[in-house]
């Protein structure tokens, strides 16, 4: 612990997260959660403050989130601070791929602000963030097309034969 869930926006970390938690039983934190409780919706941060001040708050959120013994879902973009990606290193990491099809039924209506230009912008955005993903995952699972409540279930086995 932490057991850590990072991947691309809309792939299902806060879903899968909290089964996992519930199954593990031990608390589930979201970080993009914490920061809209203290600070108020992220679509609101962006357009007021910028995305590098919804970073701040990210990262402290973040560090608070790591020091849980908690299951613990990152914002897609929280493995682009460098202190982060250090701090993961400590961590038991899942990484939670979707494919482009399967995702845009999921972020649809959603309030984004950096896929103000949908699909195009999601595949842009995960294309950069890959690399990153990939590197710090302890393992890997598709999101896109196996029920969500299979893929907890893998995580849980997983993380029980770790410990």
Not at 58 to 71: D, F, S
Request: proline fraction near 4%; hydrophobic fraction near 45%; glycine fraction near 10%.
């Amino acid at each position: 612990m932490p057991l850590v869930f990072i991947g691309p926006m809309a792939a299902g970390k806060t879903k899968i997260g909290r089964k996992v938690a519930k199954s593990l039983d031990v608390p589930f934190i979201d970080t993009d959660h914490r920061i809209v409780a203290l600070h108020g919706p992220i679509t609101d941060l962006f357009g007021q403050h910028g995305e590098e001040h919804f970073r701040v708050l990210e990262r402290q959120a973040v560090v608070q989130a790591l020091t849980e013994q908690a299951v613990v879902s990152l914002g897609g973009g929280a493995v682009l601070d460098e202190e982060t990606q250090a701090d993961l290193a400590e961590c038991s990491v899942v990484y939670l791929s979707v494919s482009a099809r399967a995702v845009g039924a999921r972020i649809g209506g959603a309030k984004r602000p950096l896929l103000t230009g949908g699909i195009a912008d999601w595949k842009r955005i995960y294309a950069l963030r890959r690399p990153i993903y990939e590197a710090l995952a302890g393992i890997r699972f598709d999101t896109s097309h196996r029920p969500l409540g299979a893929i907890a279930d893998d995580v849980v086995k997983w993380t029980k034969k770790r410990s």
